[in-house]
């Protein structure tokens, strides 16, 4: 079965750091497309990032530069490094399988950005 | 950036009835590159359309997507009562990728 479970999330001070981490199980995210999307409190999707089969990494101009996606072949899991971040990063972080659209979601993992 | 526009915000129908959700490109979309999602509260979204037309797997076939350019619907034949929540497209054929603001489809 496949299956996509977030973690990391949480309360953390404008400035701060956090690292999200994606566990996949019925497939191999090293051959797979993967992305992340977030969605603030009561408001739409957005995308944030994606990462492709070959390593080649995207990112949205309200991330790039304070966040990287990455993957470990090895635990099979998908990463999102997010610095400096701000009020407005504030939602939960959704990843999912790739094929330019998403599909495959895991759950969901939320993080506050808040002082 | 391609922009997305998602009408209307709300549609108020009953069950049974036929809903019809536009969704309108600020530029015309490469290869129809545009995708429906279904959303309902506390949940993650999920694909119903890709390729502006293609259904994903195990979605019903009351759900259809047309369009091409700058123009895209998502049409839900007969509504069943599960079928009532947050509708949004998505543009993936520029970069970066975008999505619409939504519309909302509740229970008249």
């Known amino acids: 079965e496949v299956q996509l479970v977030e973690s990391g999330g949480g309360l953390v001070q404008p400035g701060g750091s956090l690292r999200l981490s994606c566990a996949a199980s019925?497939?191999?995210?090293?051959?797979?497309?993967m992305s992340w999307v977030r969605q603030a409190p009561g408001k739409g999707l957005e995308w944030v990032s994606v990462?492709?089969?070959?390593?080649?990494?995207y990112y949205a101009d309200s991330v790039k530069g304070r966040f990287t996606i990455s993957r470990d072949n090895s635990k099979n899991t998908l990463y999102l490094q997010m610095n400096s971040l701000r009020a407005e990063d504030t939602a939960v972080y959704y990843c999912?399988?790739?094929?330019?659209?998403?599909?495959?979601w895991g759950q969901g993992t939320l993080v506050t950005v808040s002082s | 950036e391609i922009v997305l526009t998602q009408s209307p915000g709300t549609l108020s129908l009953s069950p049974g009835e036929r809903a019809t959700l536009s969704c309108r490109a600020s530029?015309?979309?490469?290869?129809?590159?545009l995708a429906w999602y279904q959303q309902k509260p506390g949940q993650a979204p999920r694909l119903l359309i890709y390729?502006?037309?293609s259904r994903a797997t195990g979605i019903p076939d009351r759900f259809s997507g047309s369009g091409s350019g700058t123009d895209f619907t998502l049409t839900i034949s007969r509504l069943e009562p599960e079928d009532f929540a947050v509708y949004y497209c998505?543009?993936?054929?520029?970069?970066?990728?975008?999505f619409g603001g939504g519309t909302k489809v509740e229970i008249k």
């Open positions: 998505q543009q993936y054929g520029n970069s970066p990728r975008t």
């Open positions: 390729g502006a037309s």
């Open positions: 530029q015309s979309v490469s290869s129809s590159y």
């Open positions: 990462i492709y089969s070959g390593g080649s990494t």
């Open positions: 019925g497939f191999t995210v090293n051959n797979t497309y």
């Open positions: 999912a399988r790739d094929s330019g659209y998403s599909y495959g």
